[in-house]
């Protein structure tokens, strides 16, 4: 998921005032956004002096505390708050769901651990070595917890008790860890960083979203957790504080990773109310396209296209074509286009980014395939597409599958992608007649 990058530390000249849309979705002051009287939206927060528990009207609050929240309010307080016994209830749920995620990548490991004493299987192809593994498995006594943490080196944490994950792009025995150890490795860095007043702060700060290891971002559930992570170590942060404003960026990016578009969404309108307050204009161009990410994935395309067609154009303006973040506002604009059926402007619009990315970025680069992925289904989905065109988008499914290949492994969720687009330009080449 491509996401805006905004700048974390960076000290930004006096910009003229913007003002903000008038809108009730920038009233938006918490992510605790259900009453906890009646469970309702909270359009309009209303919220407990002393522990920030958050209600839907002045009636519901005075109901929840005669009910009990008069005994539970101090403990709350004494905890962090509403907002951070939130958060560190957030992250454990999400690091059980990542696990879980991850559970068969663990096990897959375990049998390949397991086939090194077993005997050499590079004679075998991948089907035999998996029936191999299969019929070995338990004769071997294979168990999952021989995949440890690179961190800890301990196949389940000593404190939390959870297991490993990876969702990254780490191939073989590498990049397996532990949520927790993660967390920690990365909160230990930007402390270093804040202490010794480090230059390199965006680096450090990477290591909440980004393996040391391989390079590459965190996916899926994965990012989620570390998200969640990432906002309970900083929630009780001022706002003006630079990680916090980092924190919300991670949150709201692993939501997205996670397929929670609803709460990111959330989390962007506030990263979004901040930014007007602080008049931080490129902050608020990155809040408004992460907004329309959002937006996009909620269905709600209309909406999210006009945002999408006036970022590229100010990204563009200001950045060049050649720019990551140009190209990433292209992806973000393509796909919003192909969600409303706008399939000659989409492949319009990649027919120009496409080669600059491959030029700027490489063939293998994860904006550059997922570029190539768009431009193939925009072409495929379009029911004016020529026979030539439609050929095209085979090749290059094709070599866009085998470069994400290379580069990401089989099991990456972004070689998935690539092998969905190729899959269906198969399809659609079938159907025409002109399959290969």
């Not at 990049?175 to 270093?192: F, I, M, N, P, Y």
């Not at 609803?262 to 602080?278: D, N, R």
């Amino acid at each position: 998921m491509p996401r805006v990058a905004v700048p974390l530390y960076d000290a930004l000249p006096p910009k003229p005032r913007l003002t903000p849309p008038s809108s009730s979705e920038h009233t938006l002051a918490m992510f605790l956004t259900k009453c906890a009287a009646c469970a309702a939206d909270c359009t309009t927060v209303k919220a407990c002096s002393r522990c920030q528990t958050v209600y839907c009207s002045v009636q519901c609050q005075k109901t929840h505390w005669e009910s009990g929240h008069d005994r539970l309010c101090k403990i709350i307080k004494k905890k962090g708050g509403a907002e951070q016994l939130y958060a560190d209830k957030q992250y454990k749920a999400s690091i059980k769901l990542a696990v879980e995620k991850c559970a068969k990548d663990a096990r897959s490991q375990a049998l390949l651990n397991a086939a090194k004493q077993l005997g050499d299987l590079s004679f075998c192809d991948m089907e035999e070595r998996k029936r191999f593994l299969e019929l070995s498995a338990e004769d071997a006594e294979i168990e999952e917890d021989e995949v440890t943490c690179f961190i800890c080196l301990d196949s389940i944490h000593s404190e939390t008790k959870e297991g490993v994950v990876r969702g990254c792009g780490c191939k073989g025995s590498q990049g397996h860890a532990h949520v927790t150890c993660l967390a920690k490795q990365a909160q230990l860095s930007v402390e270093e960083g804040e202490n010794t007043n480090a230059d390199d702060m965006s680096a450090r700060w990477s290591k909440w979203t980004r393996c040391g290891i391989c390079k590459q971002n965190y996916r899926s559930l994965v990012s989620c957790a570390l998200g969640w992570a990432c906002w309970r170590t900083y929630v009780q942060r001022p706002m003006e504080a630079p990680a916090k404003r980092a924190a919300l960026t991670t949150l709201g990016s692993g939501l997205m990773d996670g397929d929670r578009a609803g709460e990111a969404l959330t989390v962007f309108q506030a990263q979004l109310k901040h930014a007007y307050k602080e008049q931080d204009e490129e902050s608020i161009t990155a809040a408004k396209g992460n907004c329309a990410m959002c937006l996009s994935n909620l269905g709600r395309d209309a909406e999210a296209v006009v945002i999408n067609r006036e970022l590229y154009a100010q990204v563009r303006k200001a950045s060049g074509l050649e720019d990551i973040d140009t190209l990433v506002a292209a992806l973000t604009l393509a796909k919003s286009l192909r969600a409303l059926s706008a399939f000659s402007e989409a492949r319009a619009l990649l027919r120009e980014v496409v080669p600059i990315a491959m030029t700027s970025l490489g063939g293998d680069h994860g904006v550059t395939l997922e570029l190539n992925s768009n431009f193939v289904r925009a072409m495929c989905m379009d029911l004016n597409a020529t026979a030539d065109q439609l050929k095209a988008a085979v090749d290059l499914a094709h070599s866009t599958h085998e470069a994400a290949l290379r580069r990401y492994g089989d099991g990456h969720e972004l070689t998935h992608l690539c092998r969905a687009s190729l899959a269906d330009a198969r399809v659609v080449a079938q159907n025409a007649g002109l399959e290969r």
